[in-house]
């Protein structure tokens, strides 16, 4: 997954480069405005990083830009922490989110994660997991070249769980908020689940499906760890 940081800062570039590329993404920087717009406009990037200030062209003129021309990609504006009508500017313009400088790498890739999850599940009719695919508007779900059958049931709770990539999702969601009934218990959950994990992993190396024990489950790729 590539993304785009624009950051004329060279010691933060290179910590945001380093860091992304540890966490196995594919990362182009830019540092200047005008440049950054430029590779920004090629449609190849999931996450945008903009830095608010830069020479040339400023983030808040290459984000409003970017809106103008329907490029819909995320964009993670970083703004210097006392600079409050900025980020407000900033996100009124057509940014994500904002984090303010000096900041913690985990928390900005934290951020970076959540608002790549948000944009699979709103942009895209299809939900890409690693080698798994999910058709929301047909109801269809292929793992590599195998189309899998689900019941109705099944297919609500895979895609609750892919919605929600990478985090927990409690029995008591399920039952409350994803199937809405009072007909199934905590063990009617577990059943499905492990009917799930037959149809989805059971024949691949490289499972997606994980209990968190005394928690609930949750799905995620392997470049988010090799949980069991």
């Not at 903009?50 to 808040?60: C, E, K, S, V």
């Not at 299809?126 to 999910?134: K, W």
Request: aromatic share 4%; with cysteine; charged share 35%.
């Amino acid at each position: 997954m590539k993304l785009l940081v624009i950051e004329d800062d060279e010691v933060i570039a290179h910590i945001l480069r380093a860091g992304l590329e540890s966490s196995r993404f594919s990362v182009d920087v830019a540092r200047d405005g005008d440049t950054g717009l430029q590779m920004a406009l090629s449609g190849e990037y999931a996450l945008i990083i903009l830095d608010l200030m830069l020479p040339r062209r400023d983030g808040i003129s290459v984000c409003r830009e970017l809106r103008t021309r329907r490029q819909t990609v995320p964009i993670l504006m970083l703004t210097a922490r006392d600079a409050v009508d900025d980020r407000v500017k900033g996100l009124e313009t057509g940014a994500d989110d904002y984090l303010p400088k000096p900041f913690d790498f985990s928390e900005l890739l934290a951020r970076v994660r959540a608002l790549l999850r948000r944009d699979k599940v709103h942009r895209a009719r299809v939900i890409q997991i690693s080698d798994l695919e999910i058709d929301t508007t047909a109801r269809r779900v292929r793992r590599g070249e195998r189309e899998i059958s689900l019941t109705p049931r099944e297919y609500t709770l895979l895609e609750a769980l892919a919605a929600n990539e990478g985090r927990v999702v409690t029995r008591e969601m399920i039952q409350d908020r994803i199937w809405q009934d009072d007909e199934s218990y905590s063990n009617t959950v577990n059943v499905h689940v492990v009917a799930l994990r037959k149809k989805i992993d059971a024949d691949h190396p490289v499972k997606l499906i994980h209990t968190v024990h005394g928690a609930g489950y949750v799905l995620r790729g392997p470049e988010e760890g090799d949980g069991k």
